[in-house]
């Protein structure tokens, strides 16, 4: 055999070893055996992991998540509103009522 990659004898050594070839067939009652190792796997979550694993209950509980967020940044939102009026109506107290400001620290810096 020669080196060369196009060698017609390996091609057709190649393709002549398809010949007998056939489908690939599972073996006898494969599917119930598999479909028993999962429900096996499965019932060893268990009561509650069964539960959690129903769609309704994730997306109740997502559902649930969400509107707790979005109800937590609303009252945020009002919360910051409601505190900006405030800052505006102390403005307005403090411009009528001036308080004196007394520096703590002395500006007057010594010289050695």
Known sequence: M?????N???IDAV???LEGIQRA???DFMYTRLKGRME???DQGGPLGRLLTRPILA????AIIIIANATTVVKMWEQNNHSNSNIE???I???EYPAGVYPVYNENFLEP
């Open 93 to 95: 107290v403090a411009a």
């Open 40 to 42: 096996q796997e499965f």
């Open 25 to 27: 067939k599972a073996p």
């Open 2 to 6: 020669s080196t060369d990659p196009n």
């Open 8 to 10: 017609d004898s390996r």
């Open 59 to 62: 997306l109740t509980i997502a």
């Open 89 to 91: 109506s102390g403005q």
């Open 15 to 17: 393709l002549n070893s």
